[in-house]
């Protein structure tokens, strides 16, 4: 992981570009639990579980990278601007997580 990293080092704003499709996946996972009739019990859950943890790793790891860069001296306008692209990458995956956990719930209460 520490390799990683490094390599990764001073490469925020890539990063979270390569980020953004992620977003977008999760943004159109998204929308098809909101517009589709109730799903399948067996169909459902696990596709949009692999989705989310797909996303939410590629947000997690851009994350830590922009933590790191900010500590190591990394421009503070390309850092804002990479925080930003982050942001909208990202939040479409925490909408997807809270549909998610609500169709789930739902789910196992009825």
Known sequence: MKRL???????????????LPFGVLAL?????????????VARFPLQAAVVLVVCAF???????TLLRDE???YSSTR?????LV??????PVAIL?????R???EHLIT
């Open 86 to 91: 982050w942001g909208f990458a990202c939040f």
């Open 79 to 83: 850092l804002s601007v990479a925080i």
């Open 71 to 73: 500590k190591s001296g």
């Open 58 to 64: 590629a947000c997690i790891v851009t994350l830590m």
């Open 5 to 19: 990293f490094h390599s990764l080092h001073h490469r925020s704003l890539t990063l979270s570009l390569a980020t």
């Open 103 to 105: 169709e789930i719930l």
């Open 97 to 101: 997580a809270f549909l998610v956990l």
């Open 28 to 40: 159109v996972s998204a929308l098809s639990i909101t517009v589709q009739p109730k799903f399948s």
